[in-house]
T-cell receptor, first 108, second 112 residues
Framework: KNEVEQSPQNLTAQEGEFITINCSYSVGISALHWLQQHPGGGIVSLFMLSSGKKKHGRLIATINIQEKHSSLHITASHPRDSAVYICAVRYNTDKLIFGTGTRLQVFP | DTEVTQTPKHLVMGMTNKKSLKCEQHMGHRAMYWYKQKAKKPPELMFVYSYEKLSINESVPSRFSPECPNSSLLNLHLHALQPEDSALYLC???????????FGSGTRLTVV
């Protein structure tokens, strides 16, 4: 069982829709990262969270430490948002533990 | 400079070749990482350097040899690779503790 669970695994949406991707983890962490990877591309760090909520443009990330759960929201989705979104957690080490990713496709 | 730069972007090598991947950052990050990523899978950690010392080796075969010549540079030397080693190799760096990670854009390696 992966220590970091993401849902859904695959997600399709129409342009303009509000999108939510969920991430759950099993033990206490020092930080949680949301990452984006376009097909064939490298990884871009979107957010690092240890508590609360962060917003950047149309992207919002929240974390609930008590429930060990984080969500990534995309408002007014656009085809260029099509990518794999990966949740990764960091414990008290240098290692990141990755979720299996959510493959998002946004159609015009 | 807020980037991790990886070179080359693409590499094709034969099973008897020796090649090196290079990673560079000038953000003052003290931890640097090599990850391997196969298609449609999350990245797998290979090595971690902390303050220029190898701190984690995830039981990687000896045909992969990391090197950290200074705090800004990380190399991965490749020798006698197998076709199954074909993958995207990602470098990352971070501050110590729960700091942000910065990933490079990767080197896509094909072993023929």
């Amino acid at each position: 069982k992966n220590e970091v669970e993401q849902s859904p695994q695959n997600l399709t949406a129409q342009e303009g829709e509000f999108i939510t991707i969920n991430c759950s983890y099993s033990v206490g962490i020092s930080a949680l990262h949301w990452l984006q990877q376009h097909p064939g591309g490298g990884i871009v760090s979107l957010f690092m969270l240890s508590s609360g909520k962060k917003k950047h443009g149309r992207l919002i990330a929240t974390i609930n430490i008590q429930e060990k759960h984080s969500s990534l929201h995309i408002t007014a989705s656009h085809p260029r948002d099509s990518a794999v979104y990966i949740c990764a957690v960091r414990y008290n080490t240098d290692k990141l533990i990755f979720g299996t990713g959510t493959r998002l496709q946004v159609f015009p | 400079d807020t980037e991790v730069t990886q070179t080359p972007k693409h590499l094709v090598m034969g099973m008897t070749n020796k090649k090196s991947l290079k990673c560079e950052q000038h953000m003052g990050h003290r931890a640097m990482y090599w990850y391997k990523q196969k298609a449609k899978k999350p990245p797998e950690l290979m090595f971690v350097y902390s303050y220029e010392k190898l701190s984690i080796n995830e039981s990687v075969p000896s045909r992969f040899s990391p090197e950290c010549p200074n705090s800004s540079l990380l190399n991965l030397h490749l020798h006698a690779l197998q076709p199954e080693d074909s993958a995207l190799y990602l470098c990352a760096s971070s501050l110590p503790g729960p700091g942000g990670y910065t990933f490079g854009s990767g080197t896509r390696l094909t072993v023929v």
